[in-house]
């Protein structure tokens, strides 16, 4: 690269995770990769020092060990976050895609599409160096046991399109548990136990296989904050979690907080008086344009809790309210199902609504 | 630098302490900076992967955190050892002065004295890098309260000789506990809080005089360890510690394994027999000539006391089979002196020896 290119690697000692600053000199643009929540005024202030104006925080994919800062950094600098498309998630801007090219300052970005660690991880190249997240690390590579990962998808994924790129191409890693910061393609397809060339695809398979490794400690609370880019999750009244990545609630909390929490009824208006019922005071708005157009008129601020039949549909809604910009929207859990199934009081109005 | 230069960045968490591996792809030399001993396997072995051969390791400094590889690596590479000359220790192959060129492969480092974290500080700079132990760190700089410090000393070395370097000289640090593994000369000169170009002297101390750190949690250990490269200390019968740098031992732990373990009394001839005495079956081998040529004819793996009147000429003869490569030798502290008060049987050869 040439000398007008801003390059810092930074490190994350507890889950010892890499982060990388990339910028121009020439036009103050930058990239982000892999931010840490934990890490944010660190590197917000390494920006602000270097004079740099923040244009893309870019994840190589959803971590299951540590809380991206992608969500934080962009309420703080108005930088555009970028994901592969694989995940379908709502929170980013750019919805990746192999071969897709990022542009700051005179750079370019290329995106890479490496699957296997997760359905979803990205790899980044630019000008002779590669940012492998955890599809290629030094000497290893990321478990394909969780997060739709599969051995055979990383595997081509390493072969086919990092070890195409040059041999001297440098591997800057998502994580190294060693304390190496760098690698190079040549050296990762000698020296990889797990990925060197002279390995077959089923040697690989079966090394995977044999891991036995435990799970992150953090991945109960990190993936599902990664699926909304790490945002801080807050929730005033109801005692929530995460289920599939959407916040939720369960319907012992909702029934003990009625009253003081606002609940939208998703279903359509002839379910809404069935033999299920509905919830006291809940508001009937049907998934699609009508709640659209309703979720419009809410202010994001407000706590509110999706219900329909079984909690499908409601966690559409819940997802909706989250893409347009609501923080504090839940799924009720198991929908009128569940709470029929509790005999907590419902209501019929014969009358319709 | 070309490209057939080689370079690795290492870290060591517990301390934070980064390694530095540089190498000539060509020659195959290469030198390593500041190896922490617990990083020993990682670090050879990937001097082995790369199929480099190491020709020097180099210390920037005696720490006082973390035990130093250089002794170890020696032992199992044959590579020379390099510390300041301002130590005036036994252990290191090369003592080195500012100003001084070490060459590797096509390479050549320069030696740069940035006294003031201790008085033996050196830099090492080589094609748009420098290397600088804890005399500069990322917007920091070592401490100068201890080991021969001196917060005027270090201020000439960090303005005099480091800022003297071109603004765009990459700064790798002996440490950093922020995750930053780079700094540049002129990004110090405008942002480090220290040491900037904007405060004065007197600012600079009265930082440096209100830190009130506490000590490292290893310095005990560490120094004295260093001071003899960082080898493992040694001792099979005897409990032993180190004072002043020397490998030590108590009266009271001779006593316990008299019989077991060999005592040479350096004293003069006239004194082993005087009002003090000697220790039962001590051997008389007077410092100087005579027991350097004693110690010639002595097997290295045994393990030697020696003892004169209070400590001070017995710590010399433990240096000089030191610099020997005895490593299980030690000084009696506090000599027959200290033998005498605690009413340890002596004997006296009136014949003389």
Redesign the interface.
Known sequence: MD?NFIF??????ET?TY?YLLGDQKTKEAVLIDPVVE?VD?DLK?IE??GLKLKYVLDTHVHADHITASGEIRKRTNAKVGLSSAYDMACPDLHLEDGQEIQFGNYTIKVIHTPGHTSGCLSYSIGGMVFTGDALLIRGCGRTDFQEGSSERLFQSVRDKLFSLAD?TIVYPGHDY?????SSIG?EKK?NPRLKLENSKEQFCEIMNNLKLSYPKKIQEAVPANLLCGLPFKSEILNTGFVDGIPTVTAEDVYTKLGHVKVIDVRGSDEYNNELGHIQNAELSTLGPKLDKRLDGEDKNNEVVFVCRSGKRSGEATRMALNKGFEKVYNLQGGMLRWNELHFPIERDMGGS
Chains 1, 2 share one sequence.
């Open positions: 000398k810092h690697q930074l490190f994350e000692k010892s982060t890490m660190r390494l020092d270097l001297e060693k304390g190496f910061t760098k050296l020296l």
